[in-house]
């Protein structure tokens, strides 16, 4: 068998959806499964043992209809026997529709019968569960080729000896207090609106350096360094003290390393939340409160904890829709206590016995 999975967009959602081929390869153990996503996540899917070969969907290729349809007819004649769509976007309903797969799998969407033959129900935003319908969602476009219940649904990351032992040397060449904790602090999100306050990030800050002494790194990209220098401005000379502003991962796979050797990720909910959970790193994140808290709010447990608005006030939720809290995120963001998220951060730290 011949599998092709096709997730583009963010890091975050390549990540997830790597529990369609981890699944697929332990129920056809000699298949040959592709993976395909834009070039800026590919290092999340590197080294997966679950993964044959990765397909770079690039933006040229994309934005050109001659080299899109030379690209389509590529994939065709890599004859799969199945492509699960997991974006189901015009580009990627062209390249399944005409992949030649028997299995053309997919969401239900209005027109989706046009390209796919297999058309999967999503349960509605708002369904419970214990593992986030970010996940669920994704298992259901399993059902056509695993009748077996599955219970393997985490993301996983795999990184070489190599990269863990780069990511050891990069700490030990800062002077680290060597007894303390590391937090790696995602102190942006990757959205405006995704972002909690720079005030009140760096009142947490605060609070987390005179909790814990611990070491703080920041994860930001280059275009986000000045915002993330607002931030650093905003803390007390204490906390300045133990923030390690210069100590960067160059490129993602540098960063995923560097993420496996902390004792936690601390800040705004993202992709670098699903990478620290798929490392086993303990997470403590706030979500945007216009992000979707049924799909995104994953693997919840004790040393996985995250705060919602919708948790703390359901009703803001019942008089207004996604569009009114999106434009008004700062209005909402003020509706976080901040004494609340200082109490669950406090028992975070007994949890992980920092």
Not at 72 to 89: G, H, L, Q, T
């Amino acid at each position: 068998m011949k599998f092709l999975i096709i997730q583009q967009k963010r890091i975050g959602d390549v990540l997830t959806s790597t529990i369609l081929s981890n699944n697929l390869k332990k129920t056809y153990p000699n298949a040959e499964i592709d993976y395909m996503c834009y070039a800026n996540c590919v290092a999340v899917l590197e080294n997966n043992p679950n993964i044959s070969n990765i397909i770079v969907l690039e933006e040229k290729v994309r934005k050109n209809y001659f080299s899109l349809f030379q690209f389509i007819f590529k994939i065709r004649n890599k004859k799969y026997d199945a492509v699960i769509d997991v974006y189901s976007k015009l580009e990627t309903n062209l390249i399944t529709f005409f992949s030649g797969a028997k299995y053309k799998i997919s969401y239900k969407k209005g027109y989706s019968n046009i390209f796919y033959n297999y058309n999967i129900e999503r349960l509605k935003n708002g369904t419970k569960s214990e593992i986030g319908l970010a996940i669920i969602n994704r298992l259901r476009l399993l059902k056509p080729l695993i009748s077996e219940e599955i219970s393997d649904y985490k993301p996983k990351i795999f990184l070489t000896e190599k990269e863990i032992e780069s990511a050891k040397e990069l700490l030990e060449s800062y002077s680290l207090k060597k007894e303390k904790p590391i937090f790696m602090i995602g102190i942006l999100g990757s959205e405006w609106y995704k972002t909690y306050p720079f005030e009140r990030m760096a009142e947490l800050l605060d609070y987390i350096v005179a909790s814990t002494d611990a070491n703080l790194l920041f994860n930001y990209i280059p275009k986000q360094k000045e915002e993330a220098q607002k931030i650093y401005n905003l803390c007390q000379p204490e906390t300045q003290n133990r923030i390690y502003f210069d100590l960067y991962a160059n490129d993602l796979r540098s960063f995923l390393g560097l993420l496996s050797q902390c004792n936690a990720l601390i800040g705004n909910e993202g992709g670098s939340v699903n990478m620290a959970k798929a490392l086993f790193v303990p997470t403590f994140s706030l979500f945007s409160p216009s992000v979707d808290k049924e799909t995104w709010q994953i693997f919840e447990d004790e040393k996985n904890i995250s705060i919602h608005l919708k948790d703390l006030k359901p009703e803001i939720y019942k008089e207004h829709d996604e569009k009114f809290i999106k434009e008004n995120t700062f209005r909402y963001f003020e509706e976080y206590p901040i004494n609340l998220i200082k109490e669950k951060l406090a028992s975070f730290f007994e949890i992980i016995k920092i």
